[in-house]
């Protein structure tokens, strides 16, 4: 047995890993606040482009400062790490945090749930695995394989939820939150103006016409593209040394261009019923 798998075990045996996790739910606990917002939403969602965004909308008197690559600044990532947001006791109300897998979920007094039509969410997971995993021999259609084989894809992204069960845990259970404001990208991609109306109020802050009007603008995919080849885009280095954008085309049907009628009809087989509930079939 290799040495690491004895240093589990032993951890196992002296109850390590409960009271690590003990320790760190009392850890976010007293950090929390009723004011805090998570924005939430499966990897490849639209959510760093929501998340800038909602930092436009937040911080208007730092619009100018704000960039794809400082987000982490105005909307911390505390995707799988909830317990992270007592880091950030300096961020006034309300604070807002990114994460892609929310822990204590059912703590949250505010989640905004980004949904997005899953066969463009495969088709960009697909994109951004083949550049972290430095393997751009990998073909969508054995991608799409390995993510719908098992309820959690440890391939990329350790013990991510599929879709549809990350859609159903965080966006459809009634026990998820006592006040969620539920976003479909498609609809961002239709009417920015609308949703961010909607984010404020949900927010319950105040912004000028003239802010709101900025951030509108800002959040097009060609300003984020200039963004972008200004200034990158956080945590995603590989990407850029790559010479492949981050930030694409963010068409709603691009993934009819890229997926077999073959590898499409997997996915909507596999994750129909949610799919359904959303309007994607």
């Known amino acids: 047995m290799k040495p690491e798998a004895w240093t589990k075990r032993l951890k196992r045996a002296c109850h390590y890993y409960d009271a690590r996790a003990h320790f760190l739910e009392g850890r976010f606990t007293r950090a929390l606040r009723e004011t805090d917002v998570f924005l939430v939403g499966h990897p490849k969602s639209g959510n760093t482009w929501l998340a800038y965004l909602l930092a436009l909308v937040l911080f ?6 704000i960039t794809l690559a400082n987000l982490r600044r105005f909307i911390p990532d505390a995707s799988s790490r909830d317990h992270v947001i007592a880091k950030h006791q300096q961020l006034s109300n309300p604070r807002t945090f990114r994460n892609h897998q929310p822990v204590y979920s059912e703590r949250y007094h505010r989640m905004i749930y980004l949904v997005r039509d899953p066969r463009s969410v495969l088709v960009s997971l697909w994109h951004h695995y083949r550049v972290a995993r430095q393997d751009k021999k990998a073909r969508v259609e054995e991608v799409v394989d390995k993510y719908l084989m098992h309820d959690r894809f440890d391939v990329w992204m350790h013990n991510l ?22 976003i479909k990208y498609e609809d961002l991609v239709h009417d920015r103006h609308h949703q961010l109306d909607r984010l404020v109020k949900f927010l319950d802050i105040k912004i000028t016409p003239e802010s709101l009007n900025t951030a509108e603008e800002r ?60 309007g994607y079939l």
Request: hydrophobic share 30%; aromatic share 8%.
């Open 219 to 278: 959040g097009s995919f060609k300003a984020m593209r200039h963004t972008e080849e200004r200034h990158g885009v956080e945590h995603f280095r590989k990407l850029q040394s790559s010479g492949e954008p981050f930030i694409r085309s963010g068409k709603i049907d691009g993934w009819r261009e890229e997926l077999s009628p073959a590898t499409a009809g997997r996915i909507e087989q596999s994750l129909r019923p949610v799919m359904e509930h959303f």
């Open 60 to 65: 208007p008197k730092q619009a100018d400062q």
């Open 161 to 182: 939820d599929r879709w549809d069960h990350h859609v159903t845990r965080f966006a459809l259970s009634p026990a998820t939150t006592s006040s969620l404001l539920l």
